[in-house]
C-alpha cells in the first residue's frame, strides 16, 4: 500500500515545512558496457508502462504490491486491497526487449479464494509479499490485515494452508503492530527452506525506523514454523516493502517512501542475516540497537536516467513511481542479475503502473 510516512530530506525538508523545489536529476549518467549506470552496482535497462491502466477479463490490472519469476519470460504479480473488489492474482508475459528495456503483457487472473470457495476481498486481504513455491502448483501470499501468511493454489485460487504468526505481530489491540504496516516483504530462498517476511514499520515496543524480519524454516509446499527474528533499520522517513532472498542468508531489501509535493524516494540495498542476532527474545528493540543487520546501498533509483520517462505528479526524478514490488530475473549478457520493479498505482490517477528491469551485481 501507498506509505503516508514522510520523508525527511537530506535537503533539509522538515515536516510541516515549506516544500522547496523539486530537486534536479543529473543531466547525464555514465555508461558502462552500452548500460544507462544509476550506480557502480546497477544500470537501468528501461521501464514499460504497458500496464497501466489497463483491463483483463473484466477487472482492473491495478494496484500491483508484489512481483515473483516463476520462469523464463513468465511472473505472477499480486493486487491489494483495492476497495471490496476480489483479491487476485495475476501472470504476466515478461520479456527483455534488446534497447528498449522489459515489456510485459497480462496472460490470466485469479481470484483468491478462502477454503470454502468463497473470494477474499480488499477487505479481508491486503496482498503485499507473493513467493512463487517450487512445483509452480501453489503461491504463498503475505497480507497486512491481520497480518497473515497464506498459501494458494495456482490454478483455482483456493487456500490451502496458513502459517503461524507470533502473536506480538498482530495489529494493535491484538498485537503490537499497526494497521497498514505489518507484512509487506515476503521472500524464499532458491531451495524453498527458507522464508523471510518483513514488517513494514516498527512494533510499538521497537524504536522508530527499527523494523523486524522474521526467518521462517521449512519446506517449499508443506509447513514452515517462525524460526528467528532480525532487527533491520530502515533509513529516516522510509518503509521496507520487499525483500529478495540471495544465497547464505543474503537479501535485498527494498525501502521506499513518500513526501507530498516532492514524490517518492526508492532505494535497494543489501543485507545479510549470516551470524546476525536473533532478536526474538527481545522485548524491545531500542535507538542504535547493535544487534541491527548491516546494509549497502545497491541503488538510489533518483539516480538513474530518466529515460523519457514521464511522472503524473511530482517526482525527484520522472521515473520514480510508488515502487513496491521487486524480483530477481536471469542473467544479462554481461554476467549480471535483472532485477525487477513493479509499482503500485492505487487504482488512482496521478500514480503509475510501472514495470522497471536493472542490471545488478550481487554477491555470489
Not at 479481508?124 to 490485515?145: F, M, Y
Not at 498459501?151 to 485460487?157: H, I, L, P, S, Y
Not at 524504536?207 to 517462525?226: C, E, F, K, Q, V
Not at 540497537?289 to 533509483?301: E, F, M, P, S
Request: proline share 6%; net charge positive; glycine share 12%.
Amino acid at each position: 500500500m501507498w506509505s503516508r510516512r514522510l520523508l525527511i530530506l537530506a535537503s533539509g525538508l522538515t515536516l510541516g515545512g515549506a516544500v522547496g523545489a523539486v530537486p534536479a536529476v543529473s543531466a547525464a549518467a555514465p555508461v558502462r558496457h552500452g548500460l544507462a549506470a544509476c550506480s557502480p552496482s546497477a544500470s537501468l535497462l528501461g521501464f514499460s508502462d504497458a500496464l497501466d491502466k489497463t483491463r483483463f477479463n473484466g477487472t482492473a490490472v491495478s494496484g500491483l504490491s508484489a512481483l515473483a519469476v516463476t520462469r523464463p519470460g513468465r511472473a505472477v504479480t499480486l493486487v491489494d486491497n483495492i476497495g471490496t473488489s476480489p483479491a487476485r492474482m495475476y501472470g504476466l508475459s515478461v520479456r527483455l526487449r534488446p534497447g528498449r528495456g522489459p515489456h510485459a503483457a497480462t496472460r490470466d487472473v485469479t481470484t483468491l479464494r478462502r477454503p470454502d470457495g468463497t473470494p477474499y476481498t480488499g477487505a479481508d486481504l491486503d496482498g503485499e509479499g507473493l513467493v512463487a513455491e517450487r512445483g509452480g502448483r501453489t503461491v504463498l501470499v503475505a497480507s497486512e490485515t491481520e497480518p497473515s501468511i497464506r498459501r494458494f493454489g495456482v490454478r483455482d485460487g483456493r487456500q490451502r494452508a496458513e502459517l503461524p504468526v507470533p502473536g506480538r505481530f498482530r495489529v494493535a489491540p491484538a498485537g503490537e503492530a499497526a494497521g497498514n504496516q505489518t507484512f509487506e516483504a515476503l521472500t524464499a530462498t532458491g531451495d524453498g527452506r527458507t522464508l523471510y517476511a518483513g514488517m513494514e514499520d516498527s512494533l510499538s515496543s521497537d524504536a522508530a525506523g527499527i523494523t523486524r524480519i522474521l526467518r521462517y524454516d521449512g519446506r517449499s509446499g508443506r509447513g514452515y514454523r517462525p524460526a528467528a527474528q532480525y532487527a533491520y533499520a530502515t533509513d529516516p522517513g522510509l518503509g521496507l516493502v520487499e525483500l529478495v532472498a540471495l544465497r547464505d542468508g543474503g537479501l535485498l531489501a527494498l525501502e521506499r517512501g513518500w513526501t507530498s509535493g516532492v514524490g517518492n524516494t526508492v532505494r535497494v540495498y543489501e543485507t545479510s542475516t549470516r551470524r546476525a542476532a536473533d532478536v526474538s527474545d527481545v522485548a524491545s528493540l531500542p535507538a542504535g540497537a547493535t544487534a541491527v543487520l548491516g546494509k549497502r546501498l545497491l541503488v538510489d533509483l533518483v539516480d538513474c536516467p530518466p529515460s523519457g520517462a514521464t511522472a503524473k505528479q511530482p517526482q525527484p526524478n520522472p521515473l520514480l513511481d510508488n515502487i513496491e514490488g521487486m524480483a530477481l530475473g536471469g542473467r544479462t549478457s554481461h554476467g549480471r542479475h535483472v532485477l525487477y520493479l513493479v509499482s503500485d498505482d492505487n487504482a488512482g490517477a496521478t500514480q503509475i503502473t510501472r514495470l522497471y528491469a536493472l542490471a545488478v551485481r550481487v554477491p555470489a
